[in-house]
């Protein structure tokens, strides 16, 4: 992982996956795949290969823990770094999250305008611990 440019995005609600696009993309410059479920994305993660990954927790069917431990069982992802984004924040829930495997929690609702810094700094710290 040499630098940040493409982004798979898991999140199914429509208009926060248009804003957190639009962020990432025309003010991060990053190259995104959107997915609206844990399902779809992996079906499409290890053909995008991502730099990052960023994960809605609460989404029907697979969930964003359950989604993230498919994916660390695909052989290219394992060491992809992800974030979830999710509206539980709470200290307790950030624990348990990052317990699960993840860099660290973006809350919602996040500021579009920062959303983009707060991914690369993520990125940057997870890719430092390697």
Known sequence: ???LERVL??????????????ALEVVGGFT???????????EEAELF???????DVMMPGMDGPSTLAALRRLPHLEK???AFMTAKVQPHE????????AENVIAKPFD???????V???????CGKR
């Open 1 to 3: 992982m040499n630098s």
């Open 9 to 22: 995005y898991v999140e199914d609600d429509p208009d926060i996956q248009t804003v957190a696009t639009l």
């Open 32 to 42: 995104v795949k959107v997915c609206s479920s844990g399902e779809q994305a992996l």
């Open 49 to 55: 290969s991502p730099d990052m990954i960023l994960l």
């Open 80 to 82: 992809v770094p992800v």
């Open 94 to 101: 950030v624990n348990q999250l990052i317990a699960l495997g």
């Open 112 to 118: 579009p305008m920062t959303l983009a810094h707060q």
């Open 120 to 126: 690369r700094t993520l990125w940057e710290h997870a």
